[in-house]
């Protein structure tokens, strides 16, 4: 997931699109989890989440880096860190 994130150069409407598709598609991910007919089938399944949970984290991070002004960028992911590690 880092990787295709890192090789894939998607700007405007198309970065949208694509966040939108992986977010759907990691949802969908978790939950053919429930249904996997073996170990197999569900390690392959979190795996595949794994890619699309890297893919999300550095694609919304690069975002709220590119529309955060820099002088308060420490403070939005300070907050950032606080909430998410409170969840």
């Known amino acids: ?3 295709a994130v890192g090789l894939l150069r998607v700007q405007g409407r198309q970065r949208a699109i694509a966040i939108l598709a992986v977010m ?3 949802g969908l991910l978790y939950t053919l989890l429930v ?3 073996g170990p ?3 390690l392959a399944l979190v795996g595949l989440s ?3 949970g890297a893919f999300l984290i550095v694609s919304i991070t ?3 880096q590119l529309i955060t002004p820099q002088a ?3 403070r939005v992911f300070g907050l950032l860190g ?3 590690g409170s969840i």
Request: charged share 10%; proline share 4%; net charge neutral.
């Open 24 to 26: 759907i598609l990691d």
């Open 35 to 37: 249904v996997a007919p």
């Open 62 to 64: 690069t975002l709220v």
């Open 82 to 84: 606080t909430i998410s």
């Open 72 to 74: 308060m960028r420490g």
């Open 1 to 3: 997931g880092f990787a």
């Open 40 to 42: 197999i089938a569900a």
């Open 50 to 52: 794994g890619a699309t």
